[in-house]
């Protein structure tokens, strides 16, 4: 995962829409974990206006009625867009968690991830289940 340069350089930050049972796990997991030079925090948010200055957008099934609200704050900032729901990725998302024997995959579009001029690894597109959309300036690298 590469975000463009000119993007925040401060901690990257895991915002997750609405309270899923599971964030302060998520907390617990990434502590002192950091991306490149880059420490990761969690903040729960309760309002799409609070996207900005995230850098990882988890937006999980209770939070479906105002998918569209949270993506629309996302769009066009480089922000990676993850879900856990089966239209996610047709809506708009980035990543999307599906669960296929007793195990999370994920599936990608690149459409989205090249608004946000994301840049998703060839290694990571290769693990995926399934892939939509093609490079572009964000794309694959």
Same mark, same amino acid.
């Given at each position: 995962?590469?975000?463009? %340069?000119?993007?925040?350089? *401060? ?6 829409? *609405? ?7 998520? !907390?617990?997991? %990434?502590?002192?974990?950091? &991306?490149? $030079?880059?420490? #990761?925090?969690? =903040? ?8 900005? *200055? ?12 105002? #998918? $569209? !609200?949270? #993506? ?14 089966? $239209?996610?990725?047709? =809506?708009?998302?980035? &990543?999307?968690? %599906? ?8 599936? %990608? +579009?690149? +459409?989205?991830?090249? =608004? ?17 959309? *093609? ?7």
């Amino acid at each position: 995962m590469r975000w463009p %340069v000119n993007a925040n350089t *401060g901690p990257l930050l895991i915002c997750v829409a *609405g309270k899923p049972p599971f964030e302060e796990a998520v !907390g617990r997991l %990434v502590a002192g974990e950091r &991306i490149g $030079d880059r420490p #990761l925090e969690v =903040r729960t948010l309760d309002r799409p206006q609070a996207v900005p *200055g995230c850098s990882i957008l988890f937006v999980g099934a209770a939070e479906r009625l105002r #998918l $569209d !609200g949270f #993506l629309s704050a996302a769009d066009g900032k480089p922000i990676l867009t993850v879900g856990d729901f089966a $239209d996610f990725l047709s =809506r708009g998302g980035m &990543i999307q968690f %599906v669960y296929q024997e007793d195990h999370v995959r994920f599936s %990608v +579009n690149l +459409n989205a991830a090249n =608004r946000s001029a994301l840049g998703l690894s060839s290694e990571l597109l290769k693990v995926a289940v399934s892939v939509t959309g *093609g490079p572009g300036n964000g794309g694959s690298r």
